[in-house]
């Protein structure tokens, strides 16, 4: 049998340029080509990073948690129905593996509590002095909450999604993550009132 020249051959340049749509970037994913999972990691994986320090805050275990998070996507591909929804899709993905981090820490009874030169650089902003404490005290004011709604509140009010990215990092529907985020709040404003460096916020004298 002689086959045609190039008939089953991958794409001579599998590089980031060969994968400049999601689409295609989800078929080489698919296709387990090993640039295409390096094209992966390289777009997503800041982004990916990013989310999970903003719902787990400064964790000594956010380095695996991103390492799962990956983890989970590629075994999981076949959940993605619309490869045009990649980001939302790998969001959705960080939040499970976040979610999951904060149930076992949370029956581990662990505390989001580190020294500042401990907190990864993509979640604390460069601020110092009382901006800085603030941040620490959001994230144990944010440690009493529920994992969903921990997470609900993170997305929208630190990370800053608008309502319905957040339902569909979330996978449930616009009225449940209302009614979430209503609930998040409350318990949020009531663990704030034991932390003095947001006493301001309370106030009302914080942005």
């Known amino acids: 049998m002689v086959m045609r020249a ?14 400049t749509s999601d689409e295609a970037l989800v078929e080489g994913l698919r296709a387990r ?16 990073l990013r989310v999970l320090g903003r719902l787990l805050g400064g964790s000594r275990d956010l380095s695996d948690a991103h390492h799962d998070a990956f983890v989970r996507a590629l075994s999981s591909l076949d959940t993605l129905r619309d490869p045009a929804a990649l980001k939302a899709w790998i969001t ?39 901006a800085r404490e ?5 994230y144990r004011a944010l440690e009493r909450l529920p994992a969903d709604e921990r997470i609900a509140f993170a997305l929208r009010r630190i990370e800053g999604m ?11 529907s616009l009225a449940t993550i209302k009614r979430r985020l209503a609930r998040a709040e409350v318990h949020f404003l009531e663990a704030a009132r034991d932390q003095p460096a947001l006493e301001e916020w309370l106030k009302g004298g914080a942005s």
């Open 92 to 130: 959705s993905v960080a939040v499970f593996t976040a979610r999951t981090c904060i149930q076992r820490r949370a029956r581990r009874k662990w505390l989001l509590f580190f020294a500042p030169d401990e907190l990864p650089p993509l979640v604390e902003p460069p601020y110092g002095g009382e």
């Open 134 to 138: 603030a941040l620490r005290a959001t």
């Open 33 to 48: 080509h090993p640039a295409a999972l390096s094209a992966f990691h390289e777009r997503f994986s800041g982004h990916v």
């Open 6 to 19: 190039g008939a089953l051959a991958p794409p001579r340049r599998l590089g980031v340029v060969a994968y």
């Open 162 to 172: 608008d309502l319905q990215e957040v339902a569909g990092a979330c996978g449930v």
